[in-house]
């Protein structure tokens, strides 16, 4: 990034929102010097504002941000200044300068613009905010912030080689840091590390930040959609397959850059669909046919296409895709369940919005098949904690409220007690954990028939 231009199924427990603090004071400019030998030019002139903003298909998310990428102009970004190490406090006397204290603690209501402006315009000020400072405050960023902080078996799912930085890549990685709303892309980056698709932790590196040009850029495009560009070719799925993202003109491209690997960011939906209802400007809906299947492999399907909720669902949903195709798996059989039944439990996970947590889940995935009229939502079941991964597919067919719902789970738990006995008792942690999700009465529909 190169700144030189510039109910029956209530809420999960403990699932934390992304704050809003970090927009409060959001003041604040990027900064990339391609490493430490070289310095560029921060702009931090306040006549240019930004954010990430919605639109519509690739307009607003690719295309609108590809075309800034030799645009000029700063933003507005906050963050807390890093309290220097309270654990060496000798060494800490020694490199910092006394200033140092007393811009520390101002915390939130120090604004990383002041420390852009202070480096341009006080040479005596540089040496308060090098690279040491700078990866302090990153540190600190990464590990209060929502969705940043979050972790796997007590390991950051998201870092940065921050040693290999220079200060301009450093201020690059706060700019992405400090702009928050993070809690989408690392529940994907979770679930594709419980899927074996990479090694903990995502470690961002200076090229992927330079995969936007500028800081307009990058704040220009989707938020969830400017993550995965960075986050995506660090999720592997085999033969040189990543998730990666092809910009091609107005047409992007997702896991292949080959006709039929398109993505439809935000597609035009009728004002009655769920997805619209429930459209979030920074993970908008997509409609794609990429799909994989332990048959064909990666393929587009044909004259099908699929609505997602989010960008994020067709993350999780394509890489649930690729792990059921790429590992042994156990199924129940699929159960015709009345969707009123134990106080319209099933009716109300499925009409919901689908950005809505689901309690005993850690994440889900909407989506919507367009030419049958069903709608699907993967529940997963298990976290980083668990040798293997489970969840329930749900399908409502035609959205009549007097239809049953399908249901069924799968997962990859060894089997515990032989061939032959009840699926609750071969598979006895993924019983429990589905149980939590659909209650003792659906749960024996689906589990003791």
Request: charged letters at 15%; a positive charge.
């Amino acid at each position: 990034m190169d700144s030189s231009h510039d109910a029956p199924a209530p809420s999960r427990r403990g699932h934390q929102e992304e704050t809003d603090s970090n927009k409060q004071h959001s003041e604040a400019v990027p900064d990339d010097d391609g490493g430490a030998k070289k310095r560029r030019r921060v702009d931090i002139s306040p006549a240019a504002g930004g954010g990430h903003s919605g639109g519509g298909s690739i307009g607003a998310g690719g295309a609108a941000a590809e075309s800034q990428q030799q645009q000029g102009g700063a933003t507005s970004l906050s963050a807390d200044l890093t309290a220097f190490n309270m654990q060496h406090p000798h060494q800490q006397q020694q490199q910092q300068h006394p200033v140092w204290y007393v811009l520390a603690h101002r915390g939130s209501d120090f604004l990383l613009r002041d420390v852009l402006r202070l480096r341009k315009t006080c040479s005596w000020a540089r040496g308060l905010f090098g690279a040491p400072q700078l990866r302090q405050r990153l540190s600190h960023s990464l590990s209060t912030q929502a969705g940043l902080r979050r972790t796997a078996n007590g390991q950051q799912l998201l870092t940065f080689a921050d040693q290999q930085m220079g200060v301009g890549d450093l201020l690059a990685a706060l700019c992405v840091t400090e702009a928050g709303g993070w809690s989408e892309m690392s529940e994907a980056v979770e679930l594709a590390g419980q899927c074996g698709n990479y090694q903990l932790p995502v470690r961002l590196t200076s090229a992927d930040l330079h995969r936007y040009a500028n800081k307009t850029a990058y704040l220009a495009a989707l938020r969830v959609l400017a993550q995965l560009k960075m986050v995506g070719p660090h999720i592997h799925f085999g033969s040189g397959v990543a998730f990666q993202l092809f910009l091609r003109g107005n047409t992007l491209r997702a896991i292949k850059d080959q006709n039929g690997y398109e993505i439809n960011i935000n597609p035009p939906l009728p004002l009655n669909h769920l997805y619209q209802q429930h459209r979030q400007q920074h993970d908008p809906p997509v409609r794609s046919r990429i799909t994989y299947s332990s048959s064909t492999g990666w393929q587009s399907l044909i004259g099908e296409a699929r609505v997602y909720s989010s960008v994020s669902s067709m993350v999780k949903k394509i890489i649930i895709d690729h792990f059921n195709g790429t590992h042994p798996t156990v199924t129940t059989h699929y159960r015709i369940v009345d969707r009123h039944v134990d106080n319209s439990r099933l009716h109300s996970i499925m009409t919901q919005s689908p950005h809505t947590p689901v309690e005993g889940c850690t994440t889900t995935a909407s989506f919507r098949f367009a030419a049958i009229f069903a709608d699907r939502r993967y529940l997963v079941l298990t976290n980083a904690s668990h040798p293997f991964v489970a969840w329930i597919y749900i399908q409502d067919v035609l959205h009549n409220t007097a239809q049953p719902i399908a249901v069924c789970v799968r997962t990859t738990e060894p089997n515990v007690s032989g061939v032959g006995g009840a699926f609750k008792d071969r598979f006895p942690v993924t019983y429990r954990l589905a149980r939590v999700v659909l209650g003792a009465v659906i749960s024996a529909v689906v589990f003791d028939q």
